[in-house]
């Protein structure tokens, strides 16, 4: 602790009355998870204690797009419970989840580029909550903090639970509000899939994983000219990794199943926690018929700490026709025979599915996976058709970041290390806390961040899209290309990022994306001015 910290009596283990990362030793090693091409994700693989399906017998479906509650002349307004819920995940057997509408995932928003989306999230969790919209250009107060909790409708579970020396006394505490919260999302940004989770400081992992998360997708002018596919031609998918008790309950391995007062996981998973069973929109290993026609997939890596690569099966084996990514539409395609997606990160792609005869099945791989995890969905083909796609030279102007704009650079270090005597996840040397200040940036200006890693660190920034401008002592990497919101380091490297830092002036984080470390203390705060 800094003498600032201390002097403002400010630790970041003085959550809820617990200690961060109760339960984890010093000198516990870092695991991975070996796949087929090597060392793919920093985590541990945690097993299923129940049969689980057979892949391809379930249908694939897609989360259904939220209603507004009522619209004026600028926005949209939207009501989302958080709530308590049974899903039919594996078949015969129903699962505990928590979800927004009581659903995993929740639902979808679509919005225009500029029409702001007012969300009202009510909390009948047991637990506070904290939403943040990954990839909006957002103003702080809606931006989801870490400390800026919707505490639940209903607190007797916290006042049993969490004690006289937990939350109501905390230190820590933001912009808090009780039972519900109004979301304010301008959408002032380019045409993009976006997505809502849980954001909550210490247990954004465990309650991702319990079912908080939905996809927000922004359309545009831009986008609409290219006539993509669109309707029942355009497939969201939600991937997700994610575990099952005997009784089909969701399995994770928390110090504290109440997640209110232990923050963190047990040893054996400390980088990361892995599922044995591949989720599509809530549904393992679906099975999508489609037309012999071309479709665009929207690809969300929503998984706590899995790392994917995909590609597709078939003979021969299309192309994924990249349109887009993080931040939107791309300046041109790029065909890619396979796609490299880290925690948080989304592909936006075309596959042409018109050559193949009905009956053609074409599946969906993860290269990053073994036996049934290599697997994701599969795609039938049916005797249906429409016209493929004549996808166009230009996608969209995207305006090049230069290194010589930039009126600053910093390094900053992602690395495990001792967290107030315990084993955790720190940048450049310090833990998350919520009064310490790693960069003071201008808005209208830009800013080349150096970026180190250790091991895999998926690291997403707040507020501003930016572009990897080299990796090593290279250029870009391979599916770096256009505006990216979380780049995928990988062990041993160093990346430069450019930033132009605008719209908003507050507080912001950025933070590893593998959920485990960002939880175990991988966070630091940036100002704008």
């Keep these: 602790m800094t003498g600032g910290d201390a002097g403002r009596g400010i630790s970041r283990r003085l959550f809820l009355g617990g200690t961060m990362l109760a339960g984890i030793g010093l000198g516990v090693g870092i695991p ?14 945690l097993r299923s204690r129940l049969p689980l399906p057979e892949p391809f017998t379930l249908p694939f479906r897609v989360p259904p797009v939220l209603r507004p509650r009522r619209s004026d002349e600028h926005a949209d307004f939207y009501d989302i419970d958080q709530t308590v819920a049974d899903a039919a995940i594996i078949p015969g057997v129903r699962t505990p989840i928590w979800g927004y509408q009581g659903m995993f995932p929740g639902p979808t928003i679509e919005s225009r580029r500029g029409r702001a989306a007012m969300v009202t999230h009510t909390n009948r969790l047991p637990v506070p909550t904290v939403v943040h919209l990954h990839g909006g250009r957002t103003p702080h107060d809606s931006d989801g903090y870490p400390t800026d909790f919707v505490y639940p409708v209903d607190r007797s579970f916290m006042d049993e639970h969490a004690g006289a020396g937990g939350m109501h006394g905390s230190v820590m505490m933001g912009d808090t509000s009780d039972g519900e919260r109004v979301y304010s999302y301008p959408l002032e940004q380019r045409a993009a899939m976006l997505w809502y989770h849980d954001h909550r400081m210490d247990f954004t992992g465990p309650a991702v994983w319990r079912g908080l998360a939905g996809m927000h997708i922004v359309r545009d002018e831009t986008e609409d000219a290219l ?3 669109s309707g029942e031609r355009e497939l969201p998918l939600m991937i997700t990794d994610r575990s099952f008790a005997a009784d089909g309950s969701l399995l994770y391995p928390n110090v504290d199943p109440t997640l209110l007062v232990k923050p963190g996981v047990t040893d054996a998973f400390i980088a990361g926690v892995l599922g044995d069973v591949m989720l599509v929109n809530g549904t393992p290993w679906p099975q999508a018929r489609v037309a012999r026609a071309s479709y665009r997939l929207r690809v969300l890596n929503a998984c706590n700490a899995r790392r994917l690569d995909l590609r597709l099966e078939a003979r021969p084996a299309p192309q994924l026709v990249q349109i887009g990514t993080d931040g939107g539409l791309l ?183 593998n959920l485990e470390h960002e939880d175990m203390a991988m966070m630091a705060n940036f100002t704008t001015r």
């Design 32 to 45: 991975f998870v070996q796949g087929s091409a090597g060392s793919s994700s920093t985590g541990s693989l």
């Design 227 to 229: 006539g993509l596919p």
């Design 331 to 513: 300046a041109s395609p790029i065909a890619h025979d396979h796609f490299e997606l880290a925690p948080a990160q989304r592909l936006d792609a075309l596959v042409d599915f018109s050559g193949y005869p009905p009956g053609t099945t074409v599946t969906l791989l993860n290269d990053f996976g073994d036996g049934n995890m290599s697997q994701i969905m599969r795609f039938m083909v049916e005797d249906r058709e429409a016209e493929p796609y004549a996808i166009p030279d230009t996608l969209s102007t995207v305006e090049p970041l230069l290194a010589r704009d930039a009126v600053a650079r910093r390094t900053f270090r992602f690395r495990s290390g001792d967290v107030d005597h315990r084993k955790g996840w720190l940048i450049d040397g310090r833990p998350f806390r919520p009064n310490d200040i790693a960069a003071a940036v201008e808005l209208g200006t830009v800013e080349v961040w150096r970026l180190v890693a250790d091991f895999h660190h998926p690291v997403h920034i707040h507020l501003n899209p930016f572009q990897v401008l080299s990796r090593g002592i290279g250029g870009p990497g391979p599916f770096d290309a256009g505006w990216k919101d979380t780049i995928d380091l990988r062990p041993s490297e160093e990346a430069e990022i450019a930033i132009r830092f605008d719209g908003y002036r507050g507080k912001y984080v950025f933070h590893c994306h």
